[in-house]
């Protein structure tokens, strides 16, 4: 017995000592692990990276920039059936446990038995605060002491921050799928909805993706993402959030996500956001602009847009349509499986209406094509007519097809597009190769309210509204009158319209032309000479004025950035960009005023703070609660005042002459008050209309990206006009037809439109006592180099203002 007793108590001591063995290594255990943990301390100040958005001026989504989507939102703004949901389906006890959950983790310690024993993955017993731990602060991996750390972290979270701020970080942090970070992304990426709008089985799906995204994702496992919704939905029922009614229909309720495409959430924006992504990145920098949380308000108008775009594309199509076909894409064995070899081919138009189809054959004149969903269709034959194909020996290519066969052949892939009677049939599409820009402003602010660089941003990235480098041609010649007007001239005063010859001092002789082949006019009003494009009565005007002149004026008016004091620079032969010829025109239309062209109006932080804005002035009374009937604040006008009032005034009014009576007549076609200028460069390589109405300005450019003549009889009127016509019929569609503001001090004296005889019935603008016969009235004409008679047609070069940049034997720019 007395052994037994003392077996018993040694038995019990060292029971004892192995059991404080135990204690004190897992003491040990423990402190070593956590001896070097990260500080919470890091979570009280969370910035997490955040999406940049860029909206239109409407609110429209234009673009997104970010490496996680994630759109932040502070815990009071997030609906409580949203933590009710994720609560119910992550951690039930959150609000009773102090960060680990131990009835969680001895059931999990049960299911795990199992799992080894079926070896299955084991299941973990995280609760939403061990999980904040594990993304915040330490990684992924799967192993014991990971979890211990784990468990102390969220011990230690729990104590220092309320339930709120841990559900907050959570809820913003939690990876969701399709690059979705945080509930608020996750919602507007799956149903395209702010999470108030989610009703409940769109928020316990949300709530079924932090276990495993992939493998409930709603389109690849559609069913176990129902299942696993409605598991969810039947926690929210069991915790009491939720009534069976409500239980039963959400249950029932189909899964429908629609998947947002990251970026524009608008047709046809890609090239304006792209400018504004680079001006981001250019002024704040890369991890800015991925993971600042920027709100950028843009200057877009989505409307204009649509009309900018539309009017280009389709006027590059008139164009390439009227030089003819130039092929199919490729061509497959139709005897085969076709329907999938089509599929394969990738519709590389950027048109999201076009479609890519293949020739099936032919019965008569209708051509039966295939679609890439393995339909079938027809192509009718007046929508072949035009493909008459390409001639090197002729500008306007060959004669016109007589039969489909002539055009393409079966198997042929081309592209095609669904015509608007709903009869099943179809277009044909070619991408055409020239290609050009088109810029819309605010010619009162510089504020760019359209803008497309091409005919699609699938076809080409280029931007040449932006980038592309290009001669003005006759679009230069308004800086050259106004120039005349701010030095004695008048819009009657009269300048030679004849031959014009002149050495350069290195013995070539330059004969700049009038595109026009026929004869002159003789002495002309400067108003006729700018209607009619008229480059010999430009270059004379241009050479008395002085080059050294002239060129001050795109330079100042932000059309050019540097321009040689060159003759032959008077008739455009300087290069620059469609967005700055068009920021140089805004001071005709304006009133003088020199703008500073911008795509964005305002740039807010992640805090809504303001940071930038275009309009820098300061407004003192803008900020008043309510209104009772004071008189409205008034802006200090900053613009830098570049050119007199009165003479920006005459060239408006001279370029009105240009739509009316002109190069610009297609315009007319819009019915409302209108100005502006054709343009067109040597060979017609490069060719222009910049126009405005009262407040719209906007200019065109075409060419091709390797300069090469346009081909026939190809100009500024004939290609570039229409584009500029077709968007302001659009643009102007529900405006009243305005006229141009005359500023004070201008008279209006009727004179005969040709001669500039007063005593006519045109309306002409003079400055004060300028109009014929009244004392500041200049006098004599223009003719070779002299300011007062006819004289010689020949110059000689006797410096470097009047040198002509282009070969002689080129003919000059036109």
């Not at 079924?208 to 994702?217: H, N, R, T, Y």
């Not at 139709?334 to 519709?347: E, F, M, R, S, Y």
Request: net charge neutral; with cysteine.
């Amino acid at each position: 017995m007395r052994t037994l007793r003392r077996v018993l108590v040694y038995l019990g001591l060292g029971i004892a000592v192995i059991g404080a063995t135990g204690v004190l290594a897992v003491v040990i255990t423990v402190f070593w692990l956590t001896r070097d943990l990260p500080s919470i301390e890091t979570l009280r100040d969370y910035t997490p990276p955040v999406t940049t958005r860029v909206y239109a001026g409407d609110g429209t989504l234009l673009g997104e920039y970010a490496r996680e989507r994630r759109i932040f939102v502070p815990i009071g703004f997030v609906p409580k059936l949203i933590t009710e949901a994720f609560t119910s389906a992550e951690d039930k006890n959150f609000y009773n446990h102090p960060g680990i959950d131990p009835s969680g983790i001895m059931r999990a310690a049960v299911k795990d038995m199992f799992n080894v024993l079926q070896h299955k993955r084991l299941e973990g017993a995280s609760t939403i605060t061990q999980q904040v731990a594990k993304n915040f602060l330490l990684n992924s991996s799967q192993n014991f002491a990971r979890k211990i750390k784990e468990a102390v972290l969220a011990i230690r979270i729990d104590a220092t921050y309320s339930k709120q701020k841990i559900l907050e970080l959570y809820l913003n942090e939690i990876y969701l799928g399709e690059n979705s970070y945080g509930v608020a992304a996750a919602s507007l990426n799956y149903f395209g909805k702010s999470l108030d709008e989610l009703d409940v089985a769109e928020v316990a799906f949300l709530a079924a993706l932090p276990k495993a995204p992939s493998q409930f994702d709603p389109v690849r496992n559609h069913q176990a993402a129902v299942d696993r919704r409605n598991w969810v939905i039947g926690q929210m029922y069991e915790n009491g959030y939720i009534t069976k009614e409500q239980r039963d229909t959400a249950q029932a309720e189909p899964l429908i996500t629609q998947t947002r495409a990251f970026g524009s959430q608008t047709q046809d924006a890609d090239y304006f956001v792209e400018e504004v992504r680079r001006e981001l990145y250019a002024r704040y920098g890369e991890q800015a602009l991925y993971d600042g949380g920027l709100q950028v308000r843009s200057t877009l108008d989505t409307a204009l847009q649509n009309y900018a775009v539309n009017a280009l594309r389709a006027g590059l199509v008139r164009y390439d349509r009227r030089h003819g076909w130039r092929g199919a894409l490729s061509n497959i064995d139709i005897n085969g499986n076709w329907k999938d070899t089509l599929k394969a081919v990738q519709n590389q138009s950027g048109v999201e209406t076009w479609r890519v189809a293949v020739v099936l054959g032919f019965d008569g004149q209708t051509t039966r094509i295939g679609l890439n969903d393995g339909s079938e269709a027809t192509i009718p034959w007046s929508e072949i007519t035009w493909a008459h194909h390409q001639n090197k020996g002729s500008p306007w290519g060959g004669p016109p097809p007589q039969k489909p066969a002539d055009v393409y052949k079966p198997g042929d892939v081309i592209y095609v597009e669904a015509l608007p009677n709903g009869a099943n049939e179809y277009g044909l599409r070619q991408v055409p190769e020239i290609n050009g820009g088109i810029v819309a402003m605010d010619p009162h602010t510089g504020r760019v309210l359209a803008l497309s660089g091409g005919f699609s941003y699938a076809s080409s990235q280029f931007d040449r509204a932006f980038q592309a480098m290009r001669q003005t041609g006759s679009s230069f010649k308004p800086y050259v009158y106004a120039a005349a007007l701010d030095n004695g001239y008048t819009p009657v005063s009269k300048v030679l319209d004849g031959p014009f010859e002149m050495n350069d001092g290195s013995g070539h002789i330059w004969r700049p032309k009038n595109f026009e082949r026929g004869g002159y006019l003789g002495m002309a009003t400067l108003r006729r000479g700018l209607e009619l494009s008229r480059n010999l009565m430009t270059v004379r005007l241009a050479q008395a004025v002085g080059m050294d002149k002239v060129i001050e004026y795109p330079i100042k008016f932000g059309a050019y950035d540097h321009l040689q004091p060159l003759l032959a620079n008077s008739l455009g032969a300087g290069e620059t960009t469609l967005l700055k010829q068009v920021t140089g025109y805004a001071v005709f239309v304006n009133g003088g005023k020199r703008v500073i062209p911008s795509l964005i109006d305002r740039i807010q932080d992640r805090n809504g703070k303001t940071i930038w804005r275009h309009d820098g002035r300061n407004c003192d009374g803008c900020d008043q609660d309510d209104y009772h009937g004071q008189q409205e604040p008034l802006l200090e006008d900053v613009r830098e005042q570049v050119l007199d009032p009165l003479t920006a005034y005459q060239m408006v009014h001279m370029m009105e002459g240009v739509v009316q009576f002109g190069t610009g007549r297609s315009v007319l076609a819009v019915g409302k008050p209108l100005a502006g200028k054709t343009g067109t460069s040597n060979e017609a390589k490069d060719v222009w209309f910049v126009g405005f109405s009262p407040d719209l300005l906007c200019g065109v450019y075409a060419g091709f990206d390797n300069p090469r003549g346009l081909g026939g009889n190809e100009q500024g009127a004939s290609v570039s006009a229409p584009i500029f016509r077709d968007f302001m019929k659009g643009a102007l569609s529900n405006t009243p037809g305005i006229p141009f503001r005359q500023p004070p001090g201008i008279e209006i004296v009727k004179i005969d439109h040709k001669s500039g005889a007063v005593g006519g019935t045109f309306p002409e603008a003079f400055k004060p006592n300028t109009a014929p016969g009244e004392p500041d009235a200049p006098n004599g004409e223009l003719g070779g180099n002299s300011t007062t008679f006819g004289g010689s047609t020949t110059a000689t070069d006797d410096s470097a203002t009047a040198a002509p940049t282009v070969d002689p034997a080129n003919g000059g720019l036109y």
